[in-house]
Nanobody, 121 residues
Framework: QVQLVESGGGLVQAGGSLRLSCAAS????????MGWYRQGPGKQRELVAAITSVGSTKYADSVKGRFTISRDNAKNTVYLQMNSLKPEDTAVYYC???????????????WGQGTQVTVSS
């Protein structure tokens, strides 16, 4: 009943920018947490950034000051603006939505298919 459609991934040079989008459709809870997780080569999945439907946010220390998460509640769409990209940001980025607020971690919820972000040096 819930579908997440991601877009915006691609190849960019170090120092460049990308903007990821994820639109959720279906029976989305009014109070929810939408976020981006990533899995790089040889690494575990990690939270990148997340935002609730009332505006609270969480960022990984590695992206603070470089990435900005935002959302359009009317469209159930979350965005991730990625600036000053580094090669270590290279990963598959997955969109996630969880019912409830401040759900920053965990494998539960609904997941997108993932979009590849590659940062060249």
């Amino acid at each position: 009943q819930v579908q997440l459609v991601e877009s915006g991934g691609g190849l960019v040079q170090a120092g460049g920018s990308l903007r990821l989008s994820c639109a959720a459709s279906g029976s989305i809870a009014s109070f929810n947490t939408m976020g981006w997780y990533r899995q790089g080569p040889g690494k575990q999945r990690e939270l990148v950034a997340a935002i609730t439907s009332v505006g609270s946010t969480k960022y990984a220390d590695s992206v603070k000051g470089r990435f900005t998460i935002s959302r359009d509640n009317a469209k159930n769409t979350v965005y991730l603006q990625m600036n000053s990209l580094k090669p270590e940001d290279t990963a598959v980025y997955y969109c996630n939505v969880k019912a409830g607020l401040n759900r920053w971690y965990g494998i539960d919820g609904y997941w997108g298919q993932g979009t590849q972000v590659t940062v060249s040096s």
